[in-house]
């Protein structure tokens, strides 16, 4: 049996039809998932000077301000999110049976279900001001400041939300490679005004103009890509349909839902921690969380192309006696190639967090070290969970989600008090110990469930799945320990070229022990090959760059 991305669906099939249809998911979800590292890799590379920056200049009040504002809009934004998703499922199958009259449908009433919502939701922040002042515990010197930065963010948040009609579209026919290159461009665009407008004194203010550009850039270039890309797209009031809506309703308040619960657990510990212990503690949270959850999100590439992938099988192969186990492949070698990227990430930054955060930040704050640690082992077992959610979703059933976002919450409301039993004090250490206990116990019992759905064996997967995550880890121990033992004993130039050193000899140990000892001869392969034609790829490109 081949593997590798190119074998994520089923091979070695005799039917011509089932070879074509493999081969279209093999290509579709092969370009995607590579421009969606590639992307997420950029974005980690930008987003790493940014906190030390902003740090230096407006402080850790301020900063933490900054975090707890983009706390509150993930909240908002988490009642709208999950009726775009819905669009993407049926954009994906209707677009198989050539039925854009109803795509143009549910995108037109997504829009108009959407925007109203995101007005009343803006209305509503703006009369609960006074109570979201208080709730974070913002110090009066910054309170004017907090105002203003929450009606800005949360007023260009909404209206994103309410035009990512274009960038849904273009998921929706699976052009998720075009809408990870706007998100890109647009990210960098952020960085760039963050360092000209932070840096010529604008404050914490210039972060939200920064973040307004970037909203605009994204926005601009959705729409015209979408209108290139898509060329039956049209986007009408009267493409309003009531069967649509109840479609919009249904499945998308069950994504809904699920989504309210999953940002709620992801960030559950900064919501807990204001009130507790004070602003500052979400700052530090962010610092904590920083590094893991942006290697989480290069990770999660994978489950993006996912549910648009499995709602094309799932819609092709009805009826089919071969729908089951393509879908199934397509999990179990998702999860596969998405935990070892996952993995490696983590490895390193669980091993050598303080060191990592005495570079980069230039200080490790009271508790930052071990709750980066912990945070990047609940990143790597949290997306396990991915392929699982991401495919269900796909096939149609989103409710699957609830066996692993409700026992998290559960969980939770039982271990956050527990910690502060154990310790005699709130602290940002105890909560957050919880919130990962919690999410590696939930995480567990949802694999269960979904392995059983999916009709995966507890051998296969772990002999595919979990086994091969941990060898980053084993690795990333060995070479922690020099940079524990010195890097915080020198400079902090002096401790960056000895981490730079340490990521370089980590990240090529993991690729070659990955090569000989993980991957079989047919990945190998098959990943050699990805190499050697991107190389070729981009020795033309230089030749053509040469001659013009």
């Given at each position: 049996?081949?593997?590798?991305?190119?074998?994520?669906?089923?091979?070695?099939?005799?039917?011509?039809?089932?070879d074509?249809?493999?081969?279209?998911?093999?290509?579709?979800i092969?370009?995607n998932?590579?421009?969606?590292?590639?992307?997420k890799?950029?974005?980690?590379?930008?987003r790493v000077?940014?906190?030390p920056?902003?740090?230096?200049r407006?402080?850790?009040?301020?900063?933490?301000?900054?975090?707890?504002?983009?706390?509150l809009?993930?909240?908002?934004?988490?009642t709208?999110?999950?009726?775009?998703?819905v669009s993407?499922?049926?954009?994906?199958?209707?677009?198989?049976?050539?039925?854009?009259?109803?795509?143009?449908?549910?995108?037109?009433?997504?829009?108009?279900?959407?925007?109203?919502?995101?007005?009343?939701?803006?209305?509503?922040?703006?009369?609960?001001?006074?109570?979201?002042?208080?709730?974070?515990?913002?110090?009066?010197?910054l309170?004017?400041?907090?105002?203003?930065?929450?009606?800005?963010v949360?007023?260009?948040?909404?209206?994103?939300?309410?035009?990512?009609?274009?960038?849904?579209?273009?998921?929706?026919?699976?052009?998720?490679?075009?809408?990870?290159?706007i998100?890109?461009?647009?990210?960098?665009?952020?960085?760039?005004?963050?360092?000209?407008?932070?840096?010529?004194?604008?404050?914490?203010?210039?972060?939200a103009?920064?973040?307004?550009?970037?909203?605009?850039v994204?926005?601009?270039?959705?729409a015209?890509?979408?209108?290139?890309l898509?060329?039956?797209?049209r986007?009408s009031?009267r493409?309003?349909?009531?069967?649509?809506?109840?479609?919009?309703?249904?499945?998308?308040?069950?994504?809904?839902?699920?989504?309210?619960?999953?940002?709620?657990?992801?960030?559950i510990e900064?919501?807990?921690?204001?009130p507790?212990?004070?602003?500052?503690?979400?700052?530090?949270?962010?610092?904590?969380?920083?590094?893991?959850?942006?290697?989480g999100?290069?990770?999660?590439?994978?489950?993006?192309?996912?549910?648009p992938?499995?709602s094309?099988?799932?819609?092709?192969l009805?009826?089919?006696?071969?729908?089951a186990?393509?879908?199934?492949k397509?999990?179990?070698?998702?999860?596969?190639?998405?935990?070892?990227?996952?993995?490696?990430?983590?490895g390193?930054f669980?091993?050598?967090?303080?060191?990592?955060?005495?570079?980069?930040?230039?200080?490790v704050?009271?508790?930052?070290a071990?709750?980066?640690?912990?945070?990047?082992v609940?990143?790597?077992?949290?997306l396990?969970?991915?392929?699982?959610?991401?495919?269900l979703?796909?096939?149609?059933?989103?409710?699957?989600?609830?066996?692993?976002?409700?026992?998290?919450?559960?969980?939770?409301?039982?271990?956050?008090?527990?910690?502060?039993?154990?310790?005699?004090?709130?602290?940002?250490?105890g909560?957050?110990?919880?919130?990962?206990?919690?999410?590696?116990?939930?995480?567990g019992?949802?694999l269960?469930?979904?392995?059983?759905?999916?009709?995966?064996?507890?051998?296969?997967?772990?002999?595919?799945v979990?086994?091969?995550?941990l060898?980053?880890?084993?690795?990333?121990?060995?070479?922690?320990?020099?940079?524990?033992?010195?890097?915080?004993?020198?400079?902090?130039?002096?401790?960056?070229?000895i981490?730079?050193?340490?990521?370089?000899?980590?990240?090529?140990?993991?690729?070659?022990?990955?090569?000989?000892?993980?991957?079989?001869?047919?990945?190998?392969?098959?990943?050699r090959?990805?190499?050697?034609?991107?190389?070729?790829?981009l020795?033309?490109?230089?030749t053509?760059?040469?001659?013009?």
């Amino acid at each position: 049996m081949s593997t590798g991305v190119e074998a994520l669906v089923l091979d070695e099939e005799s039917q011509a039809g089932r070879d074509s249809l493999a081969a279209r998911a093999r290509e579709s979800i092969g370009r995607n998932v590579g421009f969606e590292i590639a992307a997420k890799v950029g974005y980690f590379i930008s987003r790493v000077f940014i906190p030390p920056f902003v740090l230096s200049r407006i402080g850790l009040s301020a900063y933490s301000l900054w975090s707890a504002v983009f706390l509150l809009i993930t909240y908002i934004g988490m009642t709208t999110c999950g009726f775009w998703l819905v669009s993407v499922k049926y954009v994906a199958e209707y677009v198989v049976h050539d039925e854009t009259r109803k795509a143009n449908e549910i995108l037109s009433t997504g829009l108009l279900t959407i925007a109203p919502m995101c007005a009343v939701l803006f209305g509503l922040i703006f009369l609960a001001m006074p109570r979201v002042i208080l709730w974070l515990q913002v110090p009066t010197a910054l309170q004017h400041d907090a105002r203003q930065l929450i009606l800005i963010v949360t007023g260009v948040f909404l209206c994103d939300l309410s035009l990512s009609v274009f960038s849904q579209a273009l998921s929706g026919v699976q052009r998720i490679a075009e809408v990870q290159v706007i998100w890109l461009i647009s990210c960098l665009a952020e960085v760039g005004m963050i360092f000209l407008l932070v840096g010529t004194g604008h404050g914490v203010m210039g972060l939200a103009e920064a973040y307004a550009i970037r909203t605009a850039v994204s926005i601009v270039l959705a729409a015209i890509l979408a209108y290139r890309l898509i060329p039956w797209l049209r986007l009408s009031v009267r493409s309003f349909s009531r069967q649509a809506f109840r479609s919009v309703v249904h499945f998308g308040g069950v994504v809904q839902l699920n989504m309210m619960l999953g940002v709620g657990l992801n960030t559950i510990e900064r919501i807990i921690a204001a009130p507790l212990i004070g602003l500052n503690a979400i700052g530090l949270f962010d610092i904590s969380d920083k590094l893991p959850g942006i290697a989480g999100a290069i990770s999660e590439s994978f489950a993006a192309s996912f549910m648009p992938a499995a709602s094309g099988l799932h819609s092709e192969l009805a009826g089919s006696p071969h729908q089951a186990e393509m879908i199934g492949k397509l999990y179990l070698k998702g999860s596969r190639y998405m935990n070892l990227v996952a993995a490696t990430l983590a490895g390193l930054f669980a091993t050598a967090s303080g060191p990592l955060l005495y570079v980069w930040i230039g200080r490790v704050y009271p508790g930052t070290a071990f709750l980066m640690a912990i945070f990047a082992v609940q990143q790597n077992v949290h997306l396990l969970t991915g392929p699982g959610t991401s495919i269900l979703r796909g096939i149609g059933r989103p409710q699957e989600e609830f066996f692993y976002s409700i026992p998290n919450l559960l969980t939770v409301l039982a271990a956050v008090p527990l910690s502060r039993l154990v310790l005699g004090n709130w602290s940002i250490i105890g909560i957050g110990s919880a919130v990962v206990v919690a999410t590696i116990i939930s995480a567990g019992g949802f694999l269960v469930r979904a392995n059983r759905t999916l009709h995966i064996s507890w051998r296969d997967y772990w002999s595919w799945v979990l086994a091969p995550g941990l060898v980053p880890y084993v690795i990333g121990i060995l070479f922690a320990v020099p940079a524990w033992k010195y890097v915080e004993q020198t400079t902090r130039w002096h401790g960056a070229m000895i981490m730079l050193v340490i990521a370089a000899l980590y990240s090529l140990t993991v690729l070659l022990v990955t090569d000989r000892f993980v991957l079989d001869g047919d990945e190998r392969s098959f990943f050699r090959d990805v190499v050697r034609r991107e190389w070729s790829r981009l020795g033309r490109f230089g030749t053509r760059a040469e001659v013009l």
